[in-house]
């Protein structure tokens, strides 16, 4: 156990302490930052086991973890993050537990070798063990929602992918998040049962937050405000004018204010800069790049992909990407090139999305697609 606590506390005020001092400092970031340097003192008071079992009942530090790791995850994808008053809400198990712990600091109420032992105490044991265990599973599933909401939304707005947007990394952790304590509640039920301590429970959760702290020093020190990073932040409430517009009376789009004559005329202009002006070679273009060039509000953008060519913003972009390759494919200018230094020049990112994305247009692997061009003259 000790070899893993000196590690944690290292690692995790470290990398606390990196995402503190990182520029600029976001709202995000002082979250992760604050919930890393709990990490490492729920850490130092495990290392002090003795001293830590006479001044507190219980440990209540980890009721902070599911909460800061919702609220991350909400500000990293919120296109305006402010921390108000209702985010303080999710911290009242821990107060609860925090003055508990002191309450009851003369009591030695948790113990697994006596845990359903009918004392004074059974309340508080069943209460504390349920919250945890409630906390932990309420969060890590809110936390992967939002990541799958977000990671559908992206495709409306951005024409690549990278781990950045994506996320998928930040899903890992939560899914490992949950994982982990699923394994510690399983190793303390065995303990309850079989009535063997020799196995800390605990040893689960200290493990596998290390390997959160390490992850967030790495993919949590780079990680951007999702939105304001690639500009997707408009003046004067445009967002909250798109949100209504798609939900507020169930009916999407209804109250959006967009004209059939508008619309016929926004995608002319659409269609027209895409053809002229090639802005999907950009490797990382975005909608907001588009609603910028052509002066229309990006929910108009949207709507207009949406309703009249059914296609989101990543379809739209990187179909053209894809027609660009086969023209290239075409020209001898570029018979030399490989189909990776192909799809880079056409504006993809990335080999994986490339294969794909021209796999779903054609019906063909870009290979399978270039032999089939050469060999067709033949036949």
Do not use: C
Not at 177 to 190: E, N, Q
Not at 317 to 327: A, D
């Amino acid at each position: 156990m000790e070899p893993v606590l000196y590690i944690g506390i290292v690692q995790s005020f470290f990398a606390g302490l990196m995402i503190a001092t990182k520029k600029p400092q976001q709202l995000h970031d002082r979250i992760m930052a604050g919930w890393l340097f709990l990490i490492s003192l729920e850490m130092i008071f495990a290392l002090s086991k003795e001293y830590y079992q006479q001044l507190l009942a219980f440990t209540f530090i980890p009721f902070t973890y599911g909460p800061l790791m919702y609220l991350y995850t909400k500000f990293l994808f919120s296109e305006k993050p402010h921390f108000g008053w209702k985010n303080w809400l999710h911290f009242i198990p821990f107060v609860v537990f925090f003055v508990l712990t002191f309450v009851y600091r003369q009591e030695k109420v948790i113990a697994l070798d006596h845990y359903f032992e009918h004392d004074k105490l059974l309340w508080l044991r069943i209460t504390y063990g349920i919250s945890f265990f409630v906390s932990i599973t309420v969060y890590s599933v809110l936390t992967f929602d939002l990541i799958r909401k977000h990671q559908r939304k992206i495709r409306d707005l951005y024409s690549f992918t990278s781990e950045k947007i994506t996320l998928n990394w930040l899903k890992v952790v939560s899914i490992s998040f949950s994982v982990t304590y699923l394994a510690m509640f399983i190793a303390g039920a065995f303990n309850m049962i079989s009535g063997d301590t020799s196995t800390n429970p605990l040893l689960f959760s200290y493990i596998g937050l290390t390997l959160f702290a390490f992850a967030f020093s790495i993919y949590g020190y780079k990680q951007q405000e999702i939105y304001k990073h690639y500009g997707i932040i408009e003046k004067g409430g445009e967002n909250e004018k798109e949100q209504k517009g798609i939900s507020g009376s169930g009916v999407k789009y209804q109250r959006s204010g967009l004209k059939e004559t508008e619309a016929r005329k926004y995608l002319k202009q659409l269609l027209k800069l895409m053809e002229e002006e090639k802005p999907y070679l950009n490797g990382e273009l975005s909608i907001q790049d588009l609603t910028v060039r052509l002066n229309i509000p990006r929910h108009y953008l949207t709507q207009i992909l949406n309703e009249k060519l059914k296609k989101n913003f990543y379809t739209f972009v990187n179909e053209y990407r894809v027609k660009e390759v086969i023209q290239m494919m075409n020209d001898s200018q570029y018979k030399n090139y490989t189909l990776l230094a192909l799809a880079l020049e056409a504006g993809f990112n990335s080999k994986s999305s490339f294969n794909n994305i021209f796999k779903n247009y054609t019906g063909y692997t870009p290979s399978e697609y270039r032999e089939k061009k050469v060999l067709l003259p033949e036949s």
